[in-house]
C-alpha cells in the first residue's frame, strides 16, 4: 500500500511539473491561431481596398481639378480688365461725391447761394457771382472728368473685346440640293431641252379637274384606287398632276407639250408609300403623234437619268384617261440583268419605272380638241421612287422626314 502510494505521489508531482509547460505549449498555439485568424486578414484586405478606392477617388477628381485650374487661369486672365473696371467705378463714384458735396440739395455752394438773401446788401451780388461762377466752373471740371472716365471705359473695352479681323471666318455651311430635287431637275432639263414647257397647278383641287375631266366619273371604280384627301365643298388634295394637264388644255389650242412637276396627295404610308410624294407628269398633243413617239421620248430621257446604256421595255397597262395604257420597265443600271442577287431589281434584270399611255379621244373631247385630228400621249413618274432606285434608299418616308444626317449624304 504504501508502495502504491508512493507511485501516486511520483505522478502527482510528474503531472505538477508538465502543467506549466502544456500551459505554455496552449498559450503557444492560442498566439498562432490569433495570428492566423481570419478576421485579421479580411481587416487587412478591407484596408487595402479602401486604399484602392481611394485612389481611384483621387484619380476620378484629376479632370475636375484640371477644370477648376482652366477657369482659375481665365479669371487671371481677365483679371487686368476687372482691375481697370473697378478702379473707374472708384473714380466714377469719387466724382460723383464731388458733385453732390458740392452742388447737391444739400451742398456747400447750394448753402451758400441760399444764405445770400441773409447777408448785407453791397455784399450780395459779390458772393453771388463768386458762387456762380465757381459752380459754373465746377460743373464743368465734373463733365470733362466724367466725359475722361467714359472714353477710358470705351477704349479698355475695346481693347479687352478685340477681334482679330486676319483670322479666318467661320466657314459658312453649304447645303445641297434634296435627291428628290435632283431627279426633278435632270427629267424637267431633258423635257425643256425638246421643246416642252413647264406648266404647274394648284394642289387643291375640284372633283372635276381631278377625276371627272380625266375620264373618271363619279361613282368609277378607278376613284377607289386612289386614297383621296377629300376636303369641304367638293375640293379634294390633288391626288396626282394630270388636273394641270385639263387646265392647259383647256387654255390653248394645240399643239401643246408641257411637263408637270408637283407635289400630290394620298392616303398612303409605308416604306415603298407616303401621304405627300413628288410626281412629274407630261402631255404632248399634236397632229401624227403614235405610241412610237412615246417610246422613243421615254427611252431618250431614260438615258438621260440612268446612262446611255440603259433599254426600256413597254407592257400593256391599264389607265383611265389614256388607250391604250403601258407602263415602263428600264434595265437594271446597277447589274445589267446578270446578277440574280442584286438589291436594285432584285434578279428581275428590269425595274418598274413609270405609268403611260396614248390620250383617250373622251379626255381630248372633254378639253374641246378634235381627236379625229389630234392625238396625243401622256405619262407619269415618281421622282422620289425613282430617287430610290439610283442611290439605292431602302425606305421612302427617310425624304420627308427633314434628317440631315440623312440629306447630307447627297
Not at 48 to 61: D, K, M, S, T
Request: hydrophobic fraction near 35%; aromatic fraction near 6%.
Amino acid at each position: 500500500m504504501d508502495e502504491i502510494t508512493r507511485i501516486q505521489r511520483g505522478l502527482e508531482k510528474v503531472r505538477r511539473v508538465q502543467e506549466p509547460l502544456e500551459e505554455a505549449r496552449r498559450a503557444q498555439e492560442a498566439i498562432r491561431q490569433v495570428r492566423e485568424a481570419q478576421p485579421l486578414r479580411e481587416v487587412q484586405e478591407a484596408i487595402q481596398g479602401a486604399q484602392e478606392a481611394l485612389r481611384q477617388v483621387r484619380e476620378a477628381q484629376q479632370p475636375l481639378r484640371e477644370v477648376q485650374e482652366a477657369l482659375r487661369e481665365a479669371r487671371e486672365a481677365q483679371q487686368p480688365l476687372r482691375e481697370v473696371q473697378e478702379a473707374l467705378r472708384e473714380a466714377r463714384e469719387a466724382v460723383e461725391a464731388v458733385r453732390v458735396g458740392y452742388l447737391g440739395r444739400s451742398g456747400q455752394l447750394t448753402k451758400v447761394k441760399r444764405s445770400i438773401s441773409t447777408l448785407p446788401v453791397e455784399q450780395r451780388k459779390e458772393v453771388g457771382s463768386v458762387a456762380n461762377r465757381t459752380s459754373r466752373d465746377l460743373e464743368e471740371a465734373i463733365n470733362a472728368r466724367a466725359s475722361e472716365l467714359a472714353a477710358i471705359e470705351r477704349e479698355e473695352r475695346l481693347r479687352a473685346e478685340a477681334v482679330d479681323v486676319t483670322l479666318p471666318g467661320a466657314p459658312y455651311p453649304k447645303g445641297s440640293l434634296h435627291p428628290s430635287l435632283r431627279i426633278i431637275d435632270e427629267v424637267v432639263d431633258f423635257f425643256v431641252g425638246l421643246g416642252y414647257r413647264v406648266a404647274e397647278g394648284p394642289e387643291v383641287e375640284t372633283d372635276y379637274y381631278n377625276f371627272t375631266a380625266l375620264n373618271i366619273p363619279p361613282g368609277h371604280p378607278a376613284r377607289g384606287m386612289q386614297d383621296t384627301f377629300f376636303l369641304d365643298e367638293g375640293l379634294v388634295l390633288r391626288t396626282h398632276t394630270s388636273p394641270v394637264q385639263i387646265r392647259t388644255m383647256l387654255s390653248q389650242e394645240p399643239p401643246v407639250y408641257v411637263v408637270c412637276p408637283g407635289r400630290t396627295y394620298r392616303r398612303d404610308s409605308d416604306p415603298t408609300h407616303t401621304p405627300m410624294f413628288n410626281q412629274i407628269e407630261g402631255l404632248a398633243v399634236d397632229k401624227g403623234l403614235t405610241l412610237g413617239h412615246l417610246k422613243g421620248t421615254l427611252a431618250a430621257m431614260a438615258r438621260h437619268v440612268f446612262g446611255e446604256d440603259v433599254k426600256v421595255r413597254l407592257r400593256p397597262s391599264y389607265f383611265q384617261f389614256v388607250e391604250p395604257g403601258v407602263e415602263l420597265d428600264v434595265s437594271c443600271f446597277r447589274c445589267g440583268g446578270i446578277d440574280p442577287n442584286c438589291k436594285v431589281c432584285r434578279g428581275a434584270g428590269w425595274i418598274e419605272m413609270l405609268g403611260a399611255g396614248m390620250v383617250d379621244p373622251e379626255v381630248l373631247t372633254e378639253v374641246g380638241y378634235d381627236p379625229e385630228e389630234y392625238t396625243g400621249f401622256a405619262f407619269g413618274m415618281g421622282p422620289d421612287r425613282m430617287a430610290m432606285v439610283r442611290y439605292g434608299i431602302p425606305d421612302l418616308r427617310l425624304f420627308f422626314e427633314g434628317d440631315l444626317r440623312f440629306l447630307r449624304q447627297f
